[in-house]
Structure formats: structure tokens, C-alpha cells
């Protein structure tokens, strides 16, 4: 992606980490700042959807989708916010989009810890808006629907995969790219303009 991203003239610098790791996090936030300056968007978007019966009692499962799809959202949020903070205060449009989704606010079987962990995120986001949406920096959650990445791909349980694998192929699901201009398009707006909560589904997709 790096190479991709140099090959049109742009400037990239990977940097390959754990968002669980928070001591790893923050020192990837210095990095960046030292090489491209202070940060004016982060765009959130690490999560595991592991899906399973409660009655299945995946400790692990649901261990893992906590540790990253909260405990990492809020290491990378701690780690740039002050950064953001900066970009905003200095006239810039300052942006922090986490990626939710729409299992945030769905009734889905099998999707309870995963749901909770999307819940937690999108009412997350309108509690920051409080303290930093006057701070002029611009907080807002992406809630898609199904898009055709590695998300199922990691489901142990065969009914949810199942399900997944049979919508992908059923319905003209969303790309990644449709996800990625929907943040570009959010970030393009007057900075006194946040657009806060973004549910994007595949046309053909109901619930
Ligand atoms: N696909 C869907 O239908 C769908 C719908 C709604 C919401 N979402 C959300 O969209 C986001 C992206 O998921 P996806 O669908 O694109 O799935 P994906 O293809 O599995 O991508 C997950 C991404 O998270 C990264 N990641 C995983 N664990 C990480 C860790 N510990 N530290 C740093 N990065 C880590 C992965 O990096 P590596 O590749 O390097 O492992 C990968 O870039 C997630 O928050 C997911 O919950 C997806």
C-alpha cells in the first residue's frame, strides 16, 4: 500500500503494530508526527468480528473482539487526540472516524459481544463529540453494512459464516473502497460541518 501510495507522488511511512499494545500505539503516534508533522485525521478502523452462540461460552472469542474492538479503539484514540487537538486549534479540519457498525444498533443472533463492542464504540463517539466537537475537531462513526473483506474469514462458528459467505455471494455487497471514499467525502466537507454518524449499506441488503 506504502508503494502504491509513493508511486502517485504521495508520502506514506507504514508502520506495522498491535493497536492492543498502548505503549506501541503512542510510540507510532510520535513516530508519525516527527516524519509527517501533527496528525489531522485518524481513521479507526481495526476490528474482529468473532460470532457465536452465548451458549458456546467463547471466552476467547470474546476476549479478543473486547481487547481490540475497545481496548485498541481507545489506545489509538488516547494516543492521537492530542495531536488532533493541535491540527484543530491551528485552523486545520481535525478528523477522528471509528468504524462501528450497523450490528451497533441491530438485533442480530449470534452477535451479542460483537454488537456490544460496535455499541460501545458509536456511543463512545457522541460522548467525545461533547468535549471535542468544541474543540473544533470532528468525531464521527462509520456503520456499514456487509463489506466484502476478511471479517468472516476469521468466524469459527459455521452458521455465521455460512450466512456471511451466502450474503457476499447473494448481493452486490460494499467494497472497501466505498468505505474508504465515504471517509474521504466526510473529511472533504466545511470543518464546520460533521456529518457524526454514517450507516453505509449495500443497496440490496434490508436489515
Ligand atoms: N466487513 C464487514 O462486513 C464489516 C461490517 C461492519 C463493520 N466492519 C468493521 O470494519 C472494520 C474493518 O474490518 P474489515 O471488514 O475490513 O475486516 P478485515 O479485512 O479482517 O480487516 C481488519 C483490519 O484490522 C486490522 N487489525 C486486526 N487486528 C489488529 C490489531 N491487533 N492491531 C492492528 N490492526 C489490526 C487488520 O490488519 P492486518 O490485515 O494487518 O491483520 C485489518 O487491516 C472492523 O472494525 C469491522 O468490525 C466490517
Redesign the pocket.
Known sequence: MADRITDVGGTAVPVA????DRAAVNAAAEQIADQLGAVDLVFN?????LISAIEDVKFDDWQRQID??IS?VVNVIGAFVPQLIGAAAGGKPADLIT?S???ATRVLEKFSVYSGT?AYISQLTRLLRVELGRKMVRVYTIE????D???P??VTDPDASNLMADLISDIDVLT?ADVAETVAFIASVPRHVNLTEITILPTQQAV
Not at 503494530?17 to 492492543?20: A, G, N
Open positions: 503494530l498491535d493497536v492492543t478502523n481495526a476490528g474482529v468480528q481490540l474492538n485498541g468504524t457498525s450497523i450490528a460496535k456499514p453494512g456487509m463489506v473483506a476478511e471479517l474469514v476469521h472497501a
